[in-house]
């Protein structure tokens, strides 16, 4: 039997995690002053969630397919906010 609510996906669960890491590091006090990184990271990494959950409900494979590509897109950002964070020295290898 399939999901029967988004946050049954394996992939909402993965991106899930990620939000809560970003939310983690961007709590940070060496961070938090940065407010363009922290509203990009937050903002990339809650986009993942939302475009999974949204699509989930649209009942349609074409429809839901979207979203996921959609969130993965802003998974993908959130790799390069990952390298930012590194050249920023927020986070270490």
């Known amino acids: 039997m399939g999901a029967r609510t988004h946050r049954e996906l394996q992939a909402w669960q993965w ?5 809560r890491r ?3 590091l961007t709590r940070q006090p060496h961070v938090r002053n940065d407010r363009d990184f922290v509203w990009q990271a937050q903002r990339a990494a809650a986009s993942s969630c939302r475009n999974l959950a ?3 409900y649209r009942h ?3 429809e839901f397919a979207h979203f996921v590509n959609i969130a993965r897109s802003s998974l993908g950002e959130l790799l390069d906010t990952n390298d930012e964070a590194g ?4 986070i270490s290898p």
């Open 15 to 19: 991106a899930d995690r990620v939000r």
């Open 22 to 24: 970003v939310l983690e």
């Open 54 to 56: 949204e699509g989930f």
């Open 60 to 62: 349609r494979h074409r």
């Open 87 to 90: 050249l920023k020295g927020y």
